[in-house]
């Protein structure tokens, strides 16, 4: 099991015998411990440059006490493997929102293995390693189901469940269980002042765990100029310098070239660093696209191996300082920041029509959108049933979309992507409803997963405040319109950010992308693309799951035209992408 803490020596030991080993980091270790009673832990769980030893500790003495309700009883992230030697179960348990991973790979009345990721149960030697050809054209569709790997036969742990497998004799029984899920809230707030108020302590408490679990030393956090991101990198600033050490920021942004004015965060970056001058900033500039034809990857999720990758030089850059924790506002928008999607349709069909005019007139006279335009984007796209909106065009099929994938598929591996249930969330006049969706979906794990797999590498646990239970928990018993007031989305983040966000970012509308100019570059590069393609045409596997020709064609084509942004294009170096890693690691 990795060990997000560095401490390699976290197995631990209950009263009754049972054993953990655990990749854990708790918040509110004082309450656990008083709940369940515990005077003192020993000298060596008290450790505080061992914070695993605490950890884990404490987590056997939910199980022993709780047994199957414990995962409810840990705040924080974890993965968990625990035997039961008098009762000879074996249970595995996942955080919530799949923060920590953890896989398995399960053999009837023989074996089940587990580990962090798939190579660890490769290494026991009792699971070959084969591709999932299934899993991987899923994933080429962004599309991922819960469970799926890579590597066939072996399952990842869906977050919020605990698998349990018992023994008696030759026989064994297994059982997947659900623990928690998402649910809406009661309404406790008389006011958005109020419920501003609530979410501001919790998100700074969010950080500060996290801050505070670490070793002496520095952290370090993606400081993207976004609400999300910004606002953990002051909070988390200010809680540091308290404490005479400091953050580590990593920003994505385009090289400054004299004469070149790039659309990138730049501005929102410099309003944070005005702000908050003690953070040790780096920026990260793009790496030459031509880079990534010759680069290696992951075996278990084909991750870029290369130095050169943005993250993997985030993450070599704060090793090098002493950081081994990294902040993100990933899961924002899911939680703290949820932007009230669907709010106008949603108060229309509820009758609060008041509500709906004053927010059309708010988007005119602040952001000059017609009254016309809002209506037919924010109400009657959403309000009119969904087969008669795409037939007027006022909201597209999610699915055509994903007719470029299905382009670059061969003709053997179509009726793979046939087959899915399509779970990208589409907008509905139910405001809790989508946010609910969202929260469900299975990509705020598989996004954790990889950052998990990246920072492993370097010695670093990534950690989400934004997705903290407490906090997700909060958002969801909101009320709807609460999130949208005054035409201004995430509007009780907002409200709750001030005196910690830049003004310039707190109210801001629009959001760049760290790297604009990254595709156009990437196109300039086709004939060196074209070349790698000719290659990976020879790899029989890779002519099994994708069509080559179709993926040169598309290249080729985008070229003759200079549209960079073709989504034919972007699915034919995808396919590309994920073509190399076949090559690299099945082909032979």
């Known amino acids: 099991m990795l060990d997000s803490d560095g401490h390699p020596d976290s197995l631990s030991k209950g009263h009754s015998g049972y054993v953990l080993a655990g990749d854990v980091r708790l918040d509110e270790r004082a309450a656990l411990q008083h709940e369940l009673r515990v005077a003192t832990l020993s000298n060596a769980e008290q450790d505080e440059s061992n914070p695993a030893k605490a950890n884990a500790a404490l987590t056997v003495g939910a199980i022993e006490r709780w047994g199957e309700e414990a995962p409810l009883k840990l705040l924080g992230d974890f993965a968990l493997a625990g035997w039961n030697p008098q009762s000879r179960e074996l249970m595995l348990v996942r955080d919530p929102l799949g923060i920590r991973p953890i896989v398995y790979a399960w053999q009837p009345g023989k074996f089940l293995a587990f580990a962090s990721f798939p190579i660890g149960v490769h290494a026991s030697g009792m699971v070959p390693r084969e591709l999932d050809t299934t899993a991987l054209i899923h994933a080429f569709f962004m599309q991922r189901q819960p469970g799926e790997t890579y590597s066939a036969g072996v399952k990842e742990l869906i977050p919020g469940h605990t698998l349990r497998v018992r023994w008696s004799g030759s026989d064994s029984v297994i059982r997947l269980r659900r623990y928690w899920r998402p649910e809406l809230g009661k309404y406790r707030h008389k006011s958005p002042a109020e419920a501003a108020a609530e979410l501001r302590q919790l998100i700074i408490s969010a950080v500060e765990s996290r801050v505070e679990s670490t070793e002496k030393g520095s952290v370090a956090a993606h400081l993207s100029g976004g609400l999300d991101s910004s606002a953990l990198a002051v909070i988390a600033s200010r809680k540091l310098v308290s404490e005479g050490r400091k953050l580590l ?333 076949i090559e690299e690691h099945f082909a032979k």
């Not at 900033?281 to 990534?292: R, V």
């Not at 034809?293 to 084909?302: A, E, F, S």
């Not at 005119?364 to 109400?379: A, N, Q």
């Not at 073709?566 to 590309?576: I, N």
């Open 249 to 581: 920021g990593y920003s994505f942004l385009m090289e400054p070239q004299e004469g070149v004015l790039h659309d990138d965060e730049s501005p929102y970056v410099e309003a944070v660093l005005a702000q908050e001058p003690q953070i040790d900033w780096m920026p990260i500039w793009p790496p030459d696209p031509i880079g990534y034809l010759y680069q290696h990857t992951d075996i278990d999720w084909g991750l870029s191996l290369w130095d050169r990758d943005p993250e993997n030089r985030v993450c070599a850059d704060a090793s090098a300082k002493g950081a081994n924790l990294i902040l993100s506002g990933w899961g924002g928008d899911e939680g703290a920041t949820f932007n009230g999607r669907g709010a106008l349709g949603d108060a229309f069909l509820r009758g609060r029509w008041g509500y709906c005019l004053r927010e059309i007139e708010a988007a005119k006279h602040l952001r000059g959108f017609s009254r016309r335009s809002t209506l037919r984007s924010e109400i009657f796209g959403q309000v009119t049933p969904l087969w008669l909106t795409r037939m007027l065009g006022l909201r597209g099929d999610i699915r055509e979309l994903a007719a470029s994938c299905m382009a670059m598929l061969a003709k053997d591996s179509v009726s793979a992507a046939q087959d899915l249930p399509w779970t990208w969330t589409e907008i509905t006049p139910n405001v809790r409803q989508n946010q609910l969706n969202l929260l469900r979906s299975h990509h705020l794990a598989v996004r954790a997963t990889n950052w998990a797999s990246i920072g492993a590498r370097y010695g670093q646990a990534f950690t989400f405040p934004l997705l903290d239970r407490r906090v997700v928990e909060f958002v969801l018993s909101l009320p709807a319109e609460w999130h949208m007031r005054e035409a201004r989305k995430r509007r009780v983040f907002r409200d709750a950010m001030e005196n910690i966000l830049p003004e310039k970012i707190r109210w801001r509308f629009d959001k760049m992308s760290p790297f604009p100019t990254a595709v156009g570059t990437l196109l300039k590069e086709s004939p060196a693309i074209l070349k790698s393609a000719n290659q990976l045409a020879k790899v029989p596997l890779v002519l099994k799951i994708f069509n080559i020709e179709a993926a040169c064609a598309a290249i080729v084509s985008a070229r003759k035209s200079g549209e960079e942004d073709s989504s034919l294009f972007l699915s034919a170096t995808r396919a590309l992408d994920m073509a190399r890693y």
